[in-house]
């Protein structure tokens, strides 16, 4: 199901030409839908953040652009 997501994403393809081996392409659409409501990619966002952070794989710098 990620994967089917991840390569929508990545390709820009519509939904309805997602490749069958992902599955029905509704079904994917309606999970990511779902997972977006519920706050499920918030939750796995910041579970990945955090465990990046803690590996010392971040670098916390902020620019700011005041133009």
Do not use: Q
């Not at 997501?5 to 030409?17: C, E, L, V």
């Not at 599955?23 to 999970?31: C, E, L, P, Y």
């Amino acid at each position: 199901m990620i994967d089917a997501i991840a390569f929508k994403y990545r390709t820009g393809t519509p939904w309805m030409d997602l490749p069958e081996h992902f599955g029905s392409w509704k079904g994917v659409h309606n999970r990511l839908r779902k997972w977006a409501a519920d706050g499920t990619w918030e939750k796995v966002f910041t579970a990945l953040l955090a465990r990046a952070d803690a590996e010392g794989d971040l670098d916390w710098v902020v620019a700011v652009d005041s133009t």
